[in-house]
């Protein structure tokens, strides 16, 4: 029974916190979207295109940290099998997917104005299409199997193994680059960043945070109740099983 | 008609029992296709160049890589038998097959190939052709893919020889379908490449479900 | 069971002369049996003694090597869509698909041999109605013996072909199966089973293969 | 090892006995690396230098073809109940079955990369850091390979799923393949990529079986 | 059969308070009993009781949901591997290759487990001398289930899990399987059988699974 303990304490713990949670990141938007669309000046160079930066960077920044937590998740479920470990990282794929997506339709729509074009083979678009391939491998590998167990545990070694491909990828980039000369990369880094448009980022990646957050434990939530129907589903099948054998 | 409706739908919804797995192939596709540029280099001049070409084998791989179960789990389970004592005749049970086959993967592939065309810098006046020529290229695909699937059921040597006659087959299709694609960027006509390629799937939309029957009858033993 | 009477005057499995050959090997030949409705013949032997491969056979599953089989009194060369229309068979695999539901998998049969009979109907006669909501996979080995038996109820046809019914099911599966021959029987159909324990069929022809068991 | 060195035994007797497999992918490799000269139009110079890339990707999609089979037949005839109480541990049959697949296709596209060159105009020098090049990295692909064997096993659309979730592994193993194989064409050294090349073999070694393992045991119900 | 005695005091299997579950769903909960050198345990109920899955878990294929199992006085989770190098399981499945033949899939499983007995001598002790050479594709379904039965003769080991053992066996077959059994036990080894029909095991406890079948 303890296996129900947890999750449990989980769900009284989500259904207090939460609503704050939801609060907390509308407010944050708020304040975020003010600053970042009428609170900053244009940029000299790129004009009002830059404000696609205060969405595009911290998506970017989620993704990366959402898969880090999907595969911690992971291992956690695979090394102590903690009850929840396989919900969370359940939970977080698809929304570390939709900020991948995110980061690259907000990439794209800005590059098309400054490097001319949407998509270029740059090593760090690509590896991050990766990333978004590896949260679709993930998502798929989950819902593969008819018994949920198996691919829990599958998808749990595949956001392992894709943990490890993340810095490889990202140490290969030098590699790649040297080889043949990129086409028309504008360094990513390069941009300084101004202090009137420091606060704006601040206030978005903060509020990114809260929204992921609790846009998990909302999923969390789902998922768990989910399989406390399908329980209670099967524990009604077996008492039909057992009337109908007990009446032949 | 009944019986082949029950069939395709049965064969659908086992490839298909969640969202995710009618994205699969188009999955596969993006991210094979997403290869080349880290192989051939990210010059978009280059990649323009061999678009097609690489849209093209890569949903002949695709195509590939779908066959394997085909048949294997109707065999392996028994299901074959009922199929053959069905009012349906192994010509209509192969064709369903095919069929499936083209909705599952060549299907979701058309809708892709505008994609990884744009990933891989194809020129904008090149996607009614390449999706043109996708469109009667695939149907042949699958048609002697499910003739090399029914000839490696279960089969010794015989079947075998044949299997590699079909592969090879497959490279005059992908070079018809390259050639159409090829002659529009230059400013030639493609009607030759395309006439031929429909004569080809008719042909094979003939020939192919008769010897898939003939196959598949030697697998009833 | 099922209203309608499959009886009918000329509806006559007859078998002359027929031989089996696998790969190269006769198993058995100069078979004769004459079935009229109503009848049943029981296929005992050995293992390997063929018993299984007289039923596709009769199945026309596997091509004859010798002799010839006729029902209603005409060669089932002539009409073979007919006659497959009129059996019915039970082999050593179940059909099932693992990924499908019980009820899904029983469907799809249903409609590809345009059943006449409920698939629940026919899941609630061999007792598989509680599990009718499973993926197959979670089926046991006699629930999907079961299913079989469920295959076979979907529509009224007048010849069984049974390998083996009995395995795997429980005395209780078992009796339901001997329940479904003979009501087969009385509604005039024909049953050809193998089976290696006794089933307690009723009035049976015995057609012994192979050497001495 | 005896029950290793069965197990091997076994599959490659299989393998060979059906012969299909290590053909069709030679075959597959062949027959889409021949297409390239078709779509780009026979310029030597351009041939030549994607050559090696070519090859190198070629090599990756074609060892994606057999995988699917690697563990499904033994999964459905029980055998693997058989494996897993065995004395072998679950680790080494995964380790098995990865040499196997290395053996079956690594092997032949090693045999069979020269050719490809040939058809693709590599210049003669570019062949033996290419051959080089392929021997560190088709284990490390039939590796990744295996580990989606495993992880797929049993699952609806098994072929192209397996492949699907592997391709982005294999990038960084082609990234470097061809790294190597650049800085010699440039005249540099390609040492430190063949460095990183045997630490990825080396750590896919140690890693891979006992994911595998994880894997399989969940498949065992 | 062997001249290898298995009997030793404290080989006894002992399971306390065991319980399987099968997707969320608990098929049997406190199941305890211990098997001394030469007894025997037959699994009845029916069909879907959980007979096979109690087999499987008892082999070590499915975890336990609760419960110990302990094998010679000390917990088998301690050490798995010398466990599963003491027992032998014939479940529904063959594990047969289609295309090897039928000797070159017993050498297989021989030399993968190290076998003490030659091939040809376990073939031949189950009747199957005369298919040595057949590619396994061609075996009947009795003649599948004694090349299972062939696995189990080639090492002896102390414990045998046998899922319906004598399923598809002809009257001789079947002779073959109790004796083999039999032997097994005078030999001191221990056997848990599952079985619909009644087995002449000789002296066993039974223990009934599911409700009244
Ligand atoms: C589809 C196209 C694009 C993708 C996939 C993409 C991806 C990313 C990723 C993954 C990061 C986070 C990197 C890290 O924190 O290490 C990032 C940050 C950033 N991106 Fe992009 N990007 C794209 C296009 C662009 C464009 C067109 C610009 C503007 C010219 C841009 C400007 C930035 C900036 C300024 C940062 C923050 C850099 C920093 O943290 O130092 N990105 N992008
Ligand atoms: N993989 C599985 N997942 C979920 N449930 C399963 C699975 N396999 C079997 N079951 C269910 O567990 C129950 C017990 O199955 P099991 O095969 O152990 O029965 P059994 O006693 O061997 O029956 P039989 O006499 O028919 O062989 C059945 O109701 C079955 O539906
Ligand atoms: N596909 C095949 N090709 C060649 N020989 C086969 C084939 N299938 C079966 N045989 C052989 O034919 C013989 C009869 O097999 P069959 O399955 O008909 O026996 P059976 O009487 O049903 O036996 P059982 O009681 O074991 O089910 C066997 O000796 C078998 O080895
Ligand atoms: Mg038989
Ligand atoms: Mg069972």
């Not at chain 1, 524990?235 to 109908?244: H, K, L, M, N």
Request: glycine content about 8%; some cysteine.
């Amino acid at each position: 029974m303890h296996r129900f303990a947890n999750p449990g304490r989980f769900l009284r713990l989500a259904n207090r916190i939460q609503p704050w949670l939801k609060a907390l990141t509308v407010l944050g938007f708020i304040i975020g979207l003010y600053l970042a669309l009428w609170g900053s000046p244009p940029d000299y160079q790129q004009g009002e295109t830059v404000r696609i930066m205060y969405v595009h960077v911290p998506a970017a920044w989620m993704a990366l940290f959402a898969y880090l937590l999907v595969g911690l998740a992971s291992a956690s479920s695979l090394i102590w099998r903690h009850p929840l470990a396989d919900v969370a990282a359940e939970a977080m794929s698809p929304v570390g997917a939709a900020f991948t997506l995110i980061a690259l339709i907000t990439g794209s729509l800005w590059g098309k104005p400054m490097w001319g074009t949407y998509w270029v083979w740059d090593a760090r678009l690509t590896s991050f299409l990766l990333l978004f391939f590896l949260y679709l491998g993930h998502m798929a590998l989950l819902g593969a199997f008819d018994d949920r167990a198996r691919g829990q545990r599958s998808a749990a070694v595949l956001a392992i193994v894709g943990l490890v491909n993340l810095p490889v990828i990202k140490f290969s980039v030098d590699w790649w680059n040297t080889l043949h000369q990129p086409a028309s990369i504008v360094r990513m880094g390069g941009i300084s960043i101004d202090s009137s448009m420091q606060w704006p980022l601040f206030a978005m990646a903060i509020t990114f945070h809260l929204f992921m957050l609790a846009a998990v434990i909302e999923r969390m939530r789902t998922l768990l109740l989910e399989a406390r129907l399908r329980n209670q589903r099967l524990a009604a099948f077996e008492r039909v099983g057992t009337q109908a054998r007990a009446s032949e | 008609m009944r019986a082949f409706r029950a069939l395709l739908k049965r064969d659908l919804g086992l490839g298909l029992r969640q969202g995710i797995d009618a994205l699969v192939v188009v999955l596969f596709f993006l991210a094979a296709g997403a290869l080349f540029p880290f192989a051939l280099g990210p010059e978009p001049a280059l990649l323009a160049r061999i678009a097609a070409g690489i849209v093209m084998t890569m949903a002949a791989l695709a195509s590939l890589l779908s066959l394997d179960r085909l048949f294997t789990a109707d065999y392996e389970d028994g299901s074959l038998d009922g199929l053959a004592l069905s009012p349906l005749s192994l010509e209509l049970v192969a064709l369903a097959k095919v069929a499936t086959h083209w909705l599952m993967t060549g299907l979701p592939l058309l809708a892709a190939a505008p994609v990884l065309g744009l990933l891989l810098n194809l020129a904008p006046g090149g996607y009614p052709i390449l999706l043109l020529a996708l469109v009667l290229v695939t149907p042949a695909l699958s048609l002697l893919g499910g003739l090399g699937a029914a000839l490696t059921l279960g089969a010794r040597r015989g079947g075998l020889l044949l299997a590699f006659l079909i592969l090879p087959l497959f490279i005059p299709i992908l070079i018809l379908g390259m050639g159409a694609v090829a002659a529009v960027a230059e400013g030639r006509s493609a009607l030759g490449a395309l006439e031929l390629l429909v004569a080809l799937d008719l042909g094979l939309l003939a020939l192919v479900p008769w010897a898939m029957a003939t196959a598949l009858r030697q697998v009833l033993r | 069971m099922n209203p309608v009477t499959l009886k009918s005057p000329d509806q006559s499995l007859t078998a002359s002369g027929i031989a089996c050959r696998r790969s190269e090997r006769m198993l058995f030949r100069e078979l004769n049996f004459t079935l009229t409705p109503g009848q049943a013949l029981m296929l005992r032997g050995p293992n390997g003694s063929g018993k299984s491969s007289l039923l596709r056979l009769l199945a026309g599953l596997l091509p004859m090597a010798e002799g010839a089989l006729s029902w209603c009194g005409r060669p089932v060369d002539e009409d073979r869509a007919a006659y497959r229309a009129d059996l019915a068979y039970l082999g050593h695999l179940d059909a099932l698909k693992p990924q499908l539901l019980v009820r899904e998998n029983l469907q799809f049969w249903a409609d590809l041999i345009g059943a006449t009979v409920p698939v629940d109907n026919a899941l609630a006669k061999v007792g598989l109605a509680p599990c009718a909501d499973f993926p197959a996979q979670h089926l046991s080995a006699g629930q999907r013996r079961r299913f079989g038996l469920a295959r076979l109820l979907l529509k009224p046809v007048p010849i069984w072909l049974l390998d083996e019914p009995s395995t795997a099911l429980d005395a209780n599966g078992q009796k339901l199966a001997l329940d479904l021959i003979a009501r087969h029987r009385a509604a005039g159909g024909i049953a050809i089973i193998s089976s290696h324990d006794d089933l307690a069929v009723g009035q049976v022809t015995t057609l012994q293969l192979g050497g001495a068991a």
